[in-house]
């Protein structure tokens, strides 16, 4: 499942220990921002992770103006669920980090800037580059916005993330909604869940095992939707064999093709 991505300290030896242990169903393993001895933050992942599967590891390295490039060659030895770039501006700068990451590793993107938030439409230039990662509070300043925009029904953030939804979904990329730096504030934090989802996102970034917590409930699904999607899924095809793609069911009411694709959309995302 792809619901929660948990950022991880890449200096902090103590949490690239509990790994294994996390509930997040991706770590995001960071070497950029907060870290401020890029080397040794490089050389400790590469010596935590050498010796683990890390398909379910992604790695947000540095830019590619700065160190990005000595972050890729090591970190591609890890072979990683995927690398995120950073301080994405233009279309070269997806091409180099195509270039520079295995092929075997999926390309992500961080939405930070306002060149990359304009260009979204036009980021998945290869089918490697898969995901894109809203860094909204340095989107903000890019735009010269301030961060104090950053409120639950603010129509500026509401656009915001409407747009990076629906134009990601468009170019064929996975959105990830933005971390909520306030981490102790679980309860605006499962607020701007729950209006995230309304909206139609199925991810978000994390910065605390408890808001893992919350993303997985939300963002999760019951076993009575999967219930009813397989029940969908069946009678729909058994009564296609029969020429027959609307239907009324006594369960669940109309069915139709569009109610069919949505039931398979289900199994595909939770299953």
């Keep these: 499942m792809n619901r929660s991505f948990l950022m991880?300290?890449?200096?902090?030896?103590?949490?690239?220990?509990?790994l294994d242990s996390l509930t997040t169903d991706f770590a995001t393993v960071n070497l950029e921002d907060a870290v401020h001895?890029?080397?040794?933050?490089?050389?400790?992942?590469?010596?935590k992770l050498q010796n683990r599967d890390n398909s379910d590891v992604i790695v947000r390295v540095n830019s590619l103006d700065s160190c990005g490039k000595e972050d890729i060659k090591a970190i591609n030895k890890l072979k990683p669920y995927g690398i995120r770039i950073p301080k994405v501006s233009s279309l070269e700068d997806v091409k180099l980090a195509l270039e520079l990451?295995?092929?075997?590793?999926?390309?992500?993107?961080?939405?930070?800037?306002?060149?990359?938030?304009?260009?979204?439409?036009?980021?998945?230039?290869?089918?490697?580059?898969?995901?894109v990662f809203l860094g909204i509070l340095d989107l903000l300043e890019s735009l010269?916005?301030?961060?104090?925009?950053?409120?639950l029904d603010n129509p500026t953030i509401d656009y915001i993330l409407s747009k990076f939804l629906i134009q990601s979904k468009t170019a064929g990329l996975?959105?990830?909604?933005?971390?909520?730096?306030?981490?102790k504030d679980l309860e605006t934090f499962r607020k701007w869940c729950i209006k995230e989802k309304m909206m139609g996102f199925v991810s978000k970034g994390c910065t605390s095992p408890g808001q893992v917590e919350v993303v997985n409930e939300i963002f999760g699904t019951t076993a009575?939707?999967?219930?009813?999607?397989?029940?969908?899924?069946?009678?729909?095809?058994?009564?296609?064999?029969k020429g027959i793609t609307?239907?009324?069911?006594?369960?669940?009411?109309?069915i139709d093709e569009p109610i069919y694709k949505d039931a398979l959309l289900i199994l595909r995302r939770y299953q």
């Design 224 to 241: 009575e939707h999967i219930k009813r999607a397989i029940y969908i899924k069946e009678i729909f095809e058994n009564n296609k064999a």
């Design 101 to 131: 990451i295995d092929k075997e590793i999926q390309v992500h993107l961080t939405i930070e800037t306002k060149e990359a938030f304009e260009l979204l439409p036009k980021l998945k230039i290869d089918p490697r580059v898969t995901m």
């Design 8 to 18: 991880v300290s890449g200096d902090k030896e103590k949490h690239l220990d509990k």
């Design 246 to 254: 609307g239907f009324s069911d006594e369960k669940y009411g109309f």
């Design 174 to 183: 996975h959105p990830v909604s933005f971390i909520y730096q306030e981490y």
């Design 37 to 47: 001895d890029k080397e040794f933050a490089r050389n400790l992942v590469v010596l």
């Design 144 to 151: 010269e916005l301030p961060q104090s925009l950053l409120q």
